[in-house]
């Protein structure tokens, strides 16, 4: 079947090119709910994806990637932009680098900064991967890593989040802990949150929420007793042995500072363990149980990928993959 164009897009939806345009790229400004809701409908049946000719015909002579992350303060972003910066140092790429600070209109405003600027290939880390914008980026010139969309439109590079998780809490069940909790932010539909959880419940075959604990997203934030008094109440049962998972290491910090304020200790009174691994985990006494998962290795991984993209002259936009970055299970004794 003929590929669909954008002015194809905008007859089917009775508006201009401009209005799809940007559609596309996020600019709702001057746009009706019902011309946005329309114009989602219509490129969602029809699959439409922008042309990639122009770009197989400029992206040999550039040597600028663009890289957006979604939060340069998270630990986990560090080792994946020296991974990106490495592999652009060995390939003779440039590299330019931004920051959405968790800001999905700034993302956008980022990402169409650099393709005005006609980066060579995009490298994402989103703040929401189901955003329209990614229906205006062709898969023939971008990776993202870490948070995967629910439609699947760009070749995506993650960790093994729920298998990973079920293996290391089926380990913390093994020494018969009567009750396990999952800490996390709030879940709000991101995939490595709602992954992690979901191996989490596939390890204790929880069938309710009873056992998910949310704290605010912005740990610094959260000088309230709120998630104290949670955790007093929880650990007040009597004669029950109590183990916390969570999501990654931000949220382990929060857990151990409560777990301070209120004078208990792992694995006295509680078993821990979390999602990711850093040196200063390495300092506490006894070490916490980590799953390690190799956040350089996904950031060449992306540039590894997205230089064969850019040595490849695509007739057809080619068919979206996941990539999965293996992890380890690094068992101390916090439980």
Known sequence: MEKFTIKDIAKLAEVSTATVSNFLNGNYAKMSDTTR????????????????????????????????????????????ISGISERCE???YKVIFTNSNNDEKREIENINRMREDEVAGLIIDPVNPDSNIYNQLSNAYTVIVDRQSR??????????????VQKMVSQMQSHDYDELYFISWPLDGFSTRVNRYSGFKLATKYLNDDHLLTIPYNTELNQSNSFDQTLKQIMSASHKKIGFFTMNSRVLLQLLKSAQRLDYSYPNDFGVATYEEFEWMQLLN?????????????GCSAMDLLK???ETTFSNEPEPQVKIVPTDLIIRESF
Do not use: W
């Open 151 to 164: 439609r699947n439109v760009i070749d995506t590079i993650v960790t093994d989040n729920m298998n990973a």
């Open 286 to 298: 006894p070490g916490i149980s980590c799953i390690r998962q190799d956040s350089f290795t996904i």
């Open 308 to 310: 064969e993209k850019l």
């Open 37 to 80: 809701n329309k114009l989602a409908g219509i490129i969602d049946k029809t699959n439409y994806h922008p042309s990639t000719t122009a770009r197989n015909l400029a992206k040999n002579e550039n040597k600028t990637i663009g890289v957006s992350v979604a939060d340069i303060t998270n630990p986990f972003t560090t080792p994946v």
């Open 90 to 92: 060995k390939y003779g």
